[in-house]
């Protein structure tokens, strides 16, 4: 058995179907034991102690259903297998190799989960749900004219030097959603990936900030900051509004394994109302770290094969495989793999600048800093240019058809640590 499948299935964990989910036509057509709540919830310890999940906290012994509730609302995207072969010629499955590419997908549907519906909505099972989530959804599909699927991604890492059905690490898949999002104008969102473990003030606000075309005084200097109260009469007065930012910060917190040193850094930034959460596990081996209960970390796991689900014919999409009820599985901390990418979400730049605030309270106070946060971009560094979409023919929303497209791209060793 390899590791991808025992990762499915913890030891003393046995997954019972719920009495009404027991026909095999259910089955088959989930193809994964969906455990009802109270199948598992002494699966958390009883302890006074708090669960944080994404900047919010949950207390374990008085709140567990809510605390569940609101795991299983995240989408929860897995591999999956006939779908339309990659490429053309592709595979048609990424079992195997895709669990990076999954967990990137978790992270930025969180992102997009709180910039249209916000971090209090709540998914409930056969419920019908606001038309964004489901405009959401769709942008996950297997298929290759959706923009974040599987297709996109992995032919997009091509340009990362990825082949096709190679294994992503944190940093590249970072990249690749950095690039793809560039094809997005429906969700025009800003994604910025911090290099050499630094993240700089100006170059986001520079990249976030965002005069109107219309603006009489596009020429001028904009005001550095700008406060909610003043927001939409500022941007009407041609100041700039806010593209809502995914902040992706890739690290390594030691050489073999974790350093301890880390670990409270690592465990607060679960705790801001910003995190989407992390991406790491193990060698080959990934998962979307969503909180923590002590020294435990919190995932979703993407180890689970199902087959692919596509629109229906009204226009939406059955969700009930894009949500994980089954136990939420946990791991010690100190097992985690020292390569990681942590992501946070800005919707308005109060929302930037209060993560700012919160980080120089919480993570620059060690003496050992898990990241750097500077105000100005470094004078040795080349200079900052906003990323733009570059000119490709594109058919529809097929914006990456063949890897000839990705010629325009850089390399993802333009973005690596630089050598000082």
Not at 180 to 190: G, H, P, R
Not at 275 to 280: E, M, Q
Not at 325 to 352: H, T, Y
Request: proline share 6%.
């Amino acid at each position: 058995m390899t590791a991808g499948e025992w990762s499915q299935y913890p030891p003393g964990i046995h997954f019972m179907p719920a009495p009404h989910q027991c026909s095999n036509s259910v089955l088959s057509k989930y193809e994964n034991q969906i455990t009802i709540f109270t199948d598992y919830l002494e699966e958390f310890p009883d302890t006074d102690e708090l669960v944080w999940i994404l900047g919010k906290q949950h207390l374990l012994k008085t709140e567990k259903s809510k605390l569940l509730s609101d795991i299983s609302a995240r989408l929860w995207f897995t591999y999956r297998r006939k779908f339309s072969p990659i490429g053309g010629t592709g595979p048609s499955s990424d079992a195997g190799w895709g669990c990076m590419l999954r967990c990137g997908q978790m992270m930025l549907a969180q992102a997009l989960i709180c910039r249209h519906l916000g971090r209090d909505w709540n998914w409930e099972k056969q419920k019908e749900q606001p038309k964004e989530y489901q405009r959401i959804l769709q942008c996950f599909l297997d298929r290759k004219d959706c923009c974040y699927s599987i297709h996109q991604m992995a032919q997009m890492g091509v340009g990362e030097g990825k082949s096709i059905g190679e294994w992503f690490g944190p940093n590249t898949v970072a990249q690749v959603l950095k690039k793809l999002a560039l094809f997005d104008e429906w969700n025009s969102l800003a994604v910025y990936v911090s290099m050499d473990n630094t993240v700089v003030i100006e170059d986001i606000k520079k990249m976030c900030c965002i005069l109107p075309l219309s603006a009489d005084t596009a020429g001028e200097s904009p005001p550095s900051s700008l406060n909610a109260s003043n927001r939409s009469k500022s941007t009407s007065a041609g100041w700039p509004a806010w593209k809502p930012l995914l902040l992706i910060v890739p690290l390594r917190l030691g050489i073999n394994q974790i350093n301890p040193v880390y670990v409270d850094a690592f465990k607060e930034c679960f705790k801001m109302p910003q995190s989407l959460g992390a991406l790491g596990g193990k060698p080959n081996n990934a998962y979307y770290f969503i909180g923590f209960l002590g020294d435990e970390l919190i995932f979703l796991d993407p180890h689970t094969t199902q087959t692919f689900v596509d629109t229906e014919e009204n226009g939406t999409v059955d969700d009930q495989t894009f949500h994980c009820l089954q136990s939420p599985q946990r791991m010690n901390i100190l097992n985690l793999d020292p390569s990681v990418a942590l992501g946070f979400f800005c919707k308005e730049e109060k929302d930037f600048d209060s993560w700012c605030s919160l980080v120089q309270k919480e993570i620059l106070k060690e003496n050992l800093r898990m990241f750097e946060l500077v105000q100005k971009h470094p004078s040795h560094w080349p200079p900052f240019i906003p990323p733009a979409k570059p000119e490709v023919t594109t058919t529809g929303a097929e914006f990456i058809d063949s890897t000839e497209q990705l010629e325009e791209f850089d390399l993802e060793e333009d973005f690596e640590i630089l050598s000082v």
